[in-house]
């Protein structure tokens, strides 16, 4: 059986890269706009005669073309920020929870998680589910991207000529970046995140960590049981990875490029085993498990396909 697949918003960033893995699949048909992209009829026509639609747009036009989907069985994968704490849409991060994948699979709204959020909430969000960290602890994430997450405009201002972009700058200084409702809430927690990003001056990749103070957590922990309660959380994962403590411990450095081009999301738990302090760490390519990679992940699950297929 062949779906029809449409990609509003193809030729922005995430969609070109959803677009690059789509299109050599046999079992897929392709509804490509072209130049009439921009055409509003066109576009209304595609989203209700697809059998999923996957939309790269910004917040605002991710809303109308919601809104301009009639068809009732059509599924819509939505990559934007409109939709992730909304009740009525499933969130599309198959691994994080139990269930969560059969609730993809059967859902016809599925917002699509942020790359920061899916590393945070690969760490965090099973530990507090533990209750390893309770619900009200005060949490902070720092994270640095590659200059892609930004988009077009930040892509050319990197690879605009010698000597553009910063070589690293953070960003998010006011403190109410659009992830913090979104990682709050999947997390389970009741206090917003802190959260803290910046851009390095590469292309692809992510790095996030959460620092943990053990003797600050109410119930005696360690190193141990945070690291056995993730290889717990993620047994059987295909995607999701818990860096063993040996292989971590041996580690001096950890860079985040290492996964680009694939749809892999790693973890580590760093720290001295018989120290207080935890540094999580969670790796992954903002463009493949951040996006577009749990993109056709989602696609997979919600038309009942092996989700691993074109990944």
């Known amino acids: 059986m062949t779906h029809t697949i449409f990609i509003d918003g193809e030729a922005g960033t995430t969609g070109l890269d959803v677009l690059r893995r789509l299109e050599a699949r046999s079992d897929l048909n392709l509804l490509l706009l072209g130049d009439r992209r921009r055409d509003v009829e066109a576009r209304r026509e595609a989203l209700n005669t697809a059998d999923a639609v996957i939309l790269c747009l910004p917040d605002d036009a991710a809303k109308e073309a919601v809104a301009m989907v009639e068809t009732p069985a059509v599924r819509v994968i939505d990559a934007s920020t409109a939709y992730r704490v909304d009740p009525a849409w499933t969130y599309g991060f198959a691994e994080m929870a139990p269930g969560q994948r059969e609730r993809i699979a059967a859902s016809t709204r599925v917002s699509n998680p942020g ?8 760490l965090v969000a099973p530990l507090v589910r533990a209750g390893i960290i309770p619900a009200d602890q005060p949490m902070t994430v720092n994270a640095v991207s590659g200059y892609s997450g930004g988009g077009k405009q930040m892509i050319a201002e990197f ?9 690293f700058f953070a960003y998010g200084l006011t403190l109410k970046h659009k992830h913090v409702p979104e990682m709050t809430k999947h997390a389970g927690l009741t206090r917003p995140v802190l959260f803290a990003p910046s851009v390095g001056h590469y292309r692809q990749g992510m790095l996030v960590e959460v620092p943990l103070h053990l003797d600050a957590l109410p119930s005696q922990t ?30 001096t450095r950890i860079t985040p490029e290492a996964l680009n081009g694939t749809n892999r999301l790693r973890l580590h738990v760093f720290g001295d085993r018989s120290g207080s302090q935890v540094r999580l760490a969670a790796l992954l390519d903002n463009l493949g498990k951040g996006a577009s990679g749990a993109a056709v992940q989602n696609l997979n699950l919600m038309l009942g396909l092996d989700e691993a297929e074109g990944l």
């Open 159 to 167: 690879e605009g000529g010698q000597g553009s972009g910063d070589p």
């Open 222 to 251: 360690s190193i141990d049981v945070i690291h056995g309660a993730l290889v717990e959380a993620y047994d059987g994962a295909r995607f999701v990875e818990v860096a063993p403590l040996e292989q971590t411990e041996a580690m």
């Open 115 to 122: 790359c920061y959020p899916t590393g945070f909430l690969g």
